[in-house]
């Protein structure tokens, strides 16, 4: 069973950086797509960044493009997100998750392992 487990959350100002990791046990055999998703209080859990398992293309929302850099460390089985020019919206928490194939989705239905989640709160 593929356990994921997140780390990085905290209480950031504005304007300020934070970065998200997600550790994964062992996977099977084949590619592995992983994403970051949020999910803010009375929200749906909305898809932020994915990367692809076999040559690392990576897609984010619109929302966080340009702020936000999805990346893994395979050798570490680590994807990481780091999150610059934090802005009160992007408050949330944020689960990582991983997914068999090589294909990227931002639908919540399509991944099969997730992680707790980690608060990030942007705030003055």
């Known amino acids: 069973q593929v356990q994921l487990v997140e780390s990085g959350g905290g209480l950031v100002q504005p304007g300020g950086s934070l970065r998200l990791s997600c550790a994964a046990s062992?996977?099977?055999?084949?590619?592995?797509?992983r994403g970051w998703f949020r999910q803010a209080p009375g929200k749906e859990r909305e898809g932020v960044a994915c990367?692809?398992?076999?040559?690392?293309?990576?897609y984010h929302a619109d929302s966080v493009k340009g702020r936000f850099t999805i990346s893994r460390d395979n050798a570490k089985n680590t994807v990481y997100l780091q999150m610059n020019s934090l802005k009160p919206e992007d408050t949330a928490v944020y689960y990582c998750?991983?997914?068999?194939?090589?294909?990227?989705?931002?639908?919540?239905?399509?991944?099969?392992?997730w992680g707790q989640g980690t608060q990030v709160t942007v705030s003055s």
């Open positions: 990367i692809r398992g076999s040559d690392d293309i990576t």
């Open positions: 062992r996977f099977g055999l084949g590619y592995y797509t």
């Open positions: 998750a991983a997914r068999p194939g090589d294909g990227c989705s931002f639908s919540v239905a399509s991944y099969n392992y």
